[in-house]
């Protein structure tokens, strides 16, 4: 079992920067690591992913080069950091592990295949 802590949201202006932070109970070496969200009313939506055994990062497409998303395993620790945040970004994030032995590329979308979740951090955009 793992499990996840975010932190680090709140109330930011359009074109502000905030970074989420998750922590883990436990080394997560071997998960890949994800970040999902999830505005009222709409589906929850991978925002972005970093694997495992290489590193490798992935983007959701509406992410356009503004957010980061960095894992630091002997520290249990993962952050996804945001800036330009638009009027689209609002919603609860989230924070999971899981892929074990994935497919990566073709996988990290899939809420469903997560094991592990966090209880998810409200990011609010707003003058």
């Known amino acids: 079992q793992v499990q996840l802590v975010e932190s680090g949201g709140g109330l930011v202006q359009p074109g502000g920067s905030l970074t989420l932070s998750c922590a883990a109970s436990?080394?997560?070496?071997?998960?890949?690591i994800a970040w999902f969200r999830q505005a009222p009313g709409k589906e929850r939506e991978a925002v972005a992913a970093i694997a495992s055994h290489d590193g490798s990062i992935y983007y959701a497409d509406f992410v356009k080069d503004r957010f980061t998303i960095s894992r630091d395993n002997a520290n249990k620790m993962s952050s996804l950091q945001m800036s330009s945040l638009e009027a689209e970004d609002p919603g609860v994030y989230y924070c999971?592990?899981?892929?074990?032995?994935?497919?990566?590329?073709?996988?990290?979308?899939?809420?469903?295949?997560?094991?592990?979740w966090g209880q998810g951090i409200q990011v609010t955009v707003s003058s």
């Open positions: 999971s592990a899981g892929g074990v032995g994935w497919p990566v590329a073709r996988m990290w979308t899939v809420a469903n295949e997560y094991d592990y």
């Open positions: 436990r080394r997560f070496d071997f998960y890949v």
